[in-house]
């Protein structure tokens, strides 16, 4: 992996060969260059690059294991990663990775794929890496989706496709990649059941369970899942910045009592080789209090302390919902045709309570002033979808994808906004949002030899409407739109000794700003839209200092 300095943030990552070579695009600047392999050492090292050059060889050192009593599975012999129609597939079930606990597990043993300490998956792009089960979105974010990844156990996992430039059968979503994890189908009868339990200290004690049950005959399968994570998360954090000659230096305690319980069914039925359904149902819930202190020292130049800011916030009530519904029904009337059916529904219930008192005092802790914040943001949202799609491979060379999706969106949320015991009509509102989609799609690839071909058309039509209520007024603010957008996209990859080189081109997704701006109310409450050239971002609030710092524009 190779990551910019010092923002470290990821620009590649790849796969060496048989003999230990690899390639990266050229970059100039300084970087972090970090190796894994299992049974050796993790190596980094700082590196300064200006032009293509060759790096000098690196030697990893074996990492000692110590292991009590051992089992060893004898299994066919396969690549575990390999390559096809501008997929990168890797076959868990092939590998040790089968073996390593859950589905969250699996991924952050992945190639290519990075999962930091906050459950956050990303592939090596830019852009939000969207999460799909058997070629089916996850609609889940955060801390609900590292929940439900730990239900999956690693083996029930067949193999998992990575695409860095999804075809048109992927909307916006996938702009920045899509990981699909593909499960295996039963293939033994009986009753079986798995449960792990943990428990871990960091400054509080964390417990977290998994229990999962399945009853599988020759056709059709039931399994029910639950998982909760208990305890406290603590993290101590700050920064030090000179802004215009000025210093700040601010520290902050942490404290976030969130826990997080996960239950699910699911039922398949498969009477024959040419049809299959599947019923899904899943609840997840986060809840709990949450705490954050900061202090923040204010200097004139960079060595004279002139104010101190002392601010809490105390989340006495924090709680998101979150149901998922599923319906999805396959038709294989032949080997090379396939045509699938499915209906979804999503429900998202939150809420928070916050309570932000504030003091200032001078340099000699005198008090100046003191203010004393509440804030309440509610949300329910309504995700339904329906959608079908029809694929034909009729040989190795050729393939047609096609399919039509419609979804509707409704969303209704409030926000209250008080400073010391007066409600601040200005800031607090109500917003109620509706949205119709209509999308279309079709794609197709041509493989000759070495050299494969992929041409595909997204449509998609929008209808929005949105009604903001300020309680400084009586009247509402209503905005309708209608947005009809075509995506075309053209890609061409040549294997020149296993190593692929790709060409692909397609439009800007996100150079609508009106749009952004509408479907980012149905994200989040205190953000910035931030735009960057013909480019808008959804960016949380902690991240302005440093977004304003690197010269983007928050809008």
């Not at 694929?391 to 400073?419: C, D, H, M, W």
């Amino acid at each position: 992996m190779l990551a910019s300095l010092p923002d470290n943030v990821l620009m590649e990552t790849t796969i060496t060969d048989s003999n230990g070579q690899y390639l990266f695009p050229v970059h100039n600047g300084k970087f972090l260059l970090c190796i894994k392999t299992l049974g050796y050492k993790e190596f980094q090292k700082d590196i300064t690059l200006a032009e293509s050059q060759t790096l000098p060889d690196i030697h990893l050192e074996p990492e000692e294991i110590s292991l009590k009593d051992a089992v060893v599975t004898a299994r066919k012999s396969r690549p575990m990663t390999t390559s096809a129609n501008g997929k990168i597939q890797i076959h868990v079930a092939q590998s040790y990775l089968t073996d390593v606990g859950n589905a969250l597990d699996v991924l952050k043993h992945s190639p290519g794929i990075s999962v930091n300490n906050k459950g956050d998956i990303s592939l090596a792009s830019l852009g939000g890496t969207a999460i799909y089960v058997n070629g089916r979105k996850l609609m889940l974010q955060g801390d609900e989706l590292s929940t439900y990844l730990r239900t999956l156990s690693s083996e029930k996992i067949s193999q998992i496709e990575i695409s860095h430039n999804p075809d048109a059968s992927f909307g916006a979503d996938g702009s920045g990649g899509i990981i699909n994890i593909i499960l295996k189908a039963s293939g033994r009868s009986g009753f079986f059941i798995t449960t792990s339990h943990g428990v871990g200290y960091w400054e509080n004690l964390k417990q977290n369970s998994d229990l999962a049950m399945s009853y599988n005959t020759d056709k059709w399968q039931l399994g029910l899942n639950y998982n909760h994570s208990l305890g406290h998360h603590a993290m101590d954090y700050g920064y030090e910045k000179v802004q215009n000659g000025d210093k700040n230096i601010s520290e902050t305690a942490d404290t976030d009592k969130r826990n997080t319980y996960s239950a699910g069914i699911d039922f398949s039925w498969q009477p024959n080789q040419k049809n299959r359904l599947f019923i899904s149902s899943t609840v997840n819930v986060l809840a709990g209090p949450g705490e954050t202190r900061t202090t923040t020292e204010i200097y004139q130049g960079t060595d004279l302390l002139v104010n101190i800011l002392k601010a809490r916030n105390n989340y006495i009530e924090q709680k998101n919902l979150q149901y998922n519904n599923s319906l999805s029904y396959q038709y294989r009337p032949s080997s090379n045709t396939q045509i699938s059916f499915s209906a979804d529904w999503t429900h998202f219930d939150g809420k928070a309570r916050c309570e932000q008192p504030n003091e200032y005092f001078t340099a000699d802790d005198t008090p100046i002033r003191s203010d004393f914040f509440y804030s309440a943001p509610d949300k329910d949202i309504d995700i339904y979808a329906l959608l079908a799609d029809y694929k034909y491979r009729p040989n190795a060379q050729n393939e047609i994808l096609a399919g039509v999706k419609t979804t509707f969106i409704g969303s209704n949320n409030s926000f209250i906004f008080k400073k010391n015991g007066v409600m601040d009509t200005g800031r607090s509102n109500d917003f109620l949002y509706k949205e119709k989609n209509l999308e279309a799609y079709a794609q197709y690839t041509r493989t000759w030899n070495k050299i494969e071909l992929s041409a595909g058309l997204r449509m998609e039509y929008m209808h929005t409407f949105s009604r903001l209520l300020s309680m400084t007024s009586q009247d509402a603010e209503t905005n309708t739109g209608n947005h009809l957008r075509l995506f075309p996209n053209f890609s061409a990859t040549y294997n020149i000794n296993g190593k692929q080189v790709k060409l692909r081109w397609e439009p800007d997704i996100f150079s609508n700003e009106e749009t952004a701006r509408q479907l980012f109310h149905t994200i989040a409450y205190h953000a910035w839209l931030v735009k960057v050239g013909n480019k808008v971002w959804a960016v949380c609030s902690r991240d302005a200092a440093k977004l304003e710092e690197a010269g983007c524009t928050l809008i």
